[in-house]
């Protein structure tokens, strides 16, 4: 599962930076929900080590708590100061007039600091129960899997205030691939013969959904949007929400053969990329508006033709994901032994 974490952060980076310099329909139905390959790895690791390597409850927490809530407190903090002292309004960040001893609590425990930040207070959720989900039976298991999954599809979100609905949406919207992740750690043997069969088809069905997602209509019926037509109407059933969780399932089966069949290899930028994917989350989207401006200046400059447009935008969009990578091995050199309660790597 390494060079997994590669192919998810590198989706995440994408999506995030894509929404901003001209490619938004290509991030929307192709990356948009790419936090779902993650909370994959985050279920397969979290029972493929309690199997290999059994530890009290006690032990994982504390486990979670140094390396996953104290840099992402660490991160918010660092944020929220930055922002207050400085007062500037930056893509995917929260604004100086969010910002009160008052409304500290609710910034942290909704992951409000950055917009991926939302990330952590969710997934820590479902590590709670992680100890408990080691427990359950593989068919207890399934049937979870199934319950989640088809939550994916229909969301419930009416009953709950506008505020909390992100946070509800989130859990049925992604809780299904943490319980795959699960069902996979446990199969693993079993179902990695049918991966390679069909990883194929299975790409080709990923890209023609994402094809279909670019038209706006289905879009709308999916996460995150707010504005859902009657729950039991056709389109709220096949719209945009089960499009998207079939998409990242049908990416999956590439995705996870392919780092099943390298995982024996050292390719050097993957490994960097997969060591340094939980910093390069914390830390990647407080520079996408520099890079946002960064292209602007290029195209005041160079003022592209149609056909060099797209090519700009992909190295930038390289450069972007080096800058960070960069950016996270220095932050470990200063962290010294430090760094993964403070940088997550």
Same mark, same amino acid.
């Given at each position: 599962? /390494? ?12 999506? /995030?930076?894509?929404? $901003? ?17 993650? *909370? ?9 080590? @309690? ?21 992402? &407190? ?16 930056? =893509?995917?960040? =929260? ?5 009160? !001893? ?8 909704? +992951? !409000? ?16 129960? @992680? ?25 419930? =979100? ?14 049925? $919207? ?22 390679? *069969?069909?990883? +194929? ?44 969780? *079939? ?18 290899? /050292? ?17 990647? /989207? ?22 060099? =447009?797209?090519?700009?935008? &992909? ?23 430090? @760094? ?6």
């Amino acid at each position: 599962m /390494h060079y997994l974490r590669a192919f998810a952060i590198v989706c995440i980076l994408l999506e /995030h930076l894509w929404w $901003y310099i001209g490619l938004y329909e290509e991030a929307r139905a192709y990356l948009h929900g790419s936090s779902i390959y993650f *909370l994959f790895i985050s279920g397969y690791l979290c029972q493929h080590l @309690s199997s290999r390597r059994p530890s009290s409850a006690k032990t994982y927490y504390r486990r979670k708590i140094e390396n996953v809530i104290s840099p992402y &407190l660490m991160w918010s903090l660092l944020t929220i100061l930055f922002v207050w002292i400085t007062g500037q309004t930056r =893509i995917g960040v =929260i604004s100086p007039d969010k910002i009160c !001893w008052a409304n500290l609590p609710r910034i942290l425990l909704l +992951g !409000w600091a950055q917009g991926p930040y939302w990330y952590i207070p969710f997934v820590s959720g479902l590590f709670l129960i @992680s100890p408990l989900l080691t427990r359950i039976g593989d068919a207890r298991m399934l049937h979870v899997f199934l319950i989640f999954f088809a939550l994916a599809i229909c969301i419930p =979100i009416r009953p709950w205030s506008e505020e909390f609905v992100p946070y509800v949406l989130r859990y049925s $919207y992604f809780g299904w691939s943490f319980f795959l992740g699960f069902l996979y750690a446990r199969f693993k043997r079993r179902i990695d013969p049918f991966l390679n *069969l069909y990883v +194929g088809p299975a790409l080709v069905l990923g890209i023609l959904l994402g094809l279909r997602l670019l038209q706006p209509d289905w879009f709308t019926f999916g996460y995150p949007s707010y504005d859902f037509p009657e729950p039991d109407s056709i389109a709220f059933i096949l719209g945009g929400s089960l499009a998207q969780s *079939l998409q990242k399932l049908f990416f999956l089966v590439p995705a996870v053969s392919l780092a099943n069949h390298f995982s024996r290899k /050292h390719i050097v930028v993957l490994d960097w990329l997969a060591t340094y994917s939980f910093s390069l989350y914390f830390t990647h /989207h407080f520079f996408v508006q520099d890079f946002v401006r960064l292209q602007k200046w290029l195209f005041t400059v160079l003022e592209p033709g149609p056909l060099v =447009i797209l090519p700009l935008q &992909l190295g930038l969009s390289v450069l972007f994901i080096a800058f960070n990578l960069v950016l996270a091995m220095v932050l470990k050199k200063l962290f010294g032994r430090w @760094s993964r309660r403070f940088i997550g790597a």
